[in-house]
């Protein structure tokens, strides 16, 4: 059996066999003063979500489905970089366990050939100024088969079991990713952004390439940099100014 190594992170632990949503009850846990490290996890969601209303498949028994809550110090403004964060620490997770050599999507998805293997959705409560919690909730397709994947999806879904061609042990994947989770955390809260930033850029999907910016009715086509030392993605537009994005409403499609 894996076993947990972490020291803060998981060792405050509610599992469930369903949820409707692991970050709603995660954010309950987090404003009845649920500690740092916190985690819910659970064995399906039934109306899991993605970012700006979308849906999140999640059938039972086939991937992991968990909320992490965390509680630094930091502010607001280098909030996204927990994204950033979560993404690495999974594709750490996902080269360790798996064969699958996973790609990231700014702001928040994990790719393998292009399809989605995982989508992270990270909630933020503030007051003053000054962040409250942050619940991160991690979504990652381990075991499905295509058949397992609602029509729509499958066209945009892959797992680890059908990318790296073998089964994952959940309970070793999710040990590992806490572990590679709470080390870069506590390393992005001593020493700041740059290593991880580099670590996030050699796992960038779509640098260099032409980008579709969705923003609200904005639509405008890019071409995708890098990020900064903040974590904003770099987009030089077709008049060639650099645009900062922030994560919060911006989506991208390759073009
Ligand atoms: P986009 O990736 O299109 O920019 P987004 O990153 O905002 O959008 P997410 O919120 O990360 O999207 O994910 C929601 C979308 O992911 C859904 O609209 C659906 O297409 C797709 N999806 C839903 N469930 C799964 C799943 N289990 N695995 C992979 N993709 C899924």
Known sequence: EPRLETERLGRNYHFHTSLPSSNITAKELARQGAPEGTVVLTEEQTAGRGRLGRGWYSPPGLGIYMSLILRPRIPLGQTPQVTLLASVALCKALEAVTPVRPQIKWPNDILVNGKKLCGILTELNAEMEAVNYLVVGIGINLNQQP???????????????????????RIRF??????????????WL????SQLREEWLARAAGIGTTVRIISGKQEWLGQAEGIDTDGALLVRNEDGELQRLISGEV????E
Not at 151 to 168: F, Q, R
Not at 174 to 187: K, R
Not at 251 to 254: A, G, K, M, N
Request: aromatic fraction near 12%; charge should be negative; hydrophobic fraction near 40%.
């Open 174 to 187: 999710l040990t590992t990713l806490l572990s590679f989770f709470e080390a870069d955390y506590d390393h």
């Open 147 to 169: 058949a397992d994947f609602p029509g729509d999806v499958a066209n945009v879904a892959t797992s680890a079991a059908i990318a790296g061609g073998e089964p994952v042990d």
């Open 190 to 193: 001593q020493k700041g952004f």
């Open 251 to 254: 989506s991208l499609r390759p």
